[in-house]
C-alpha cells in the first residue's frame, strides 16, 4: 500500500506505452485508484485469503524489520 495522492503521482509522471492512457489523467487515477481501495475492501470481508500487507513508507523506514515479517510470514527460514 502506498499514500495515493504519492502513488497517482508517481504513475502519472511516467511515460507508459499508448495501452495506459489512464496514467495521462489524474481524475481517471483517482477513479482507478478509488477502486483499487473497493476491491481490496472486498478481499479483506471475505477473510478467506491471508493477506500480508505492507505501508510502503513504513517499508522505506523499515525496510529490514518488514522484509524478516514478510520471509516469517510466507515460511521461509
Not at 485469503?49 to 510466507?74: A, D, G, P, T, W
Request: glycine share 4%; hydrophobic share 35%.
Amino acid at each position: 500500500m502506498r499514500d495515493p495522492l504519492d502513488s497517482c503521482l508517481s504513475i502519472y509522471s511516467l511515460l507508459f506505452s499508448r495501452a495506459n492512457e489512464y496514467a495521462y489523467d489524474l481524475e481517471n487515477l483517482g477513479y482507478y485508484y478509488l477502486d483499487y481501495k473497493r476491491i481490496m475492501k472486498h478481499w479483506r470481508s471475505i477473510g478467506s485469503i491471508n493477506m500480508f500487507e505492507i505501508q510502503y513508507e513504513e517499508l522505506v523506514r523499515n525496510q529490514e524489520r518488514l522484509s524478516k515479517e514478510l520471509i516469517n510470514y510466507i515460511g521461509l527460514e
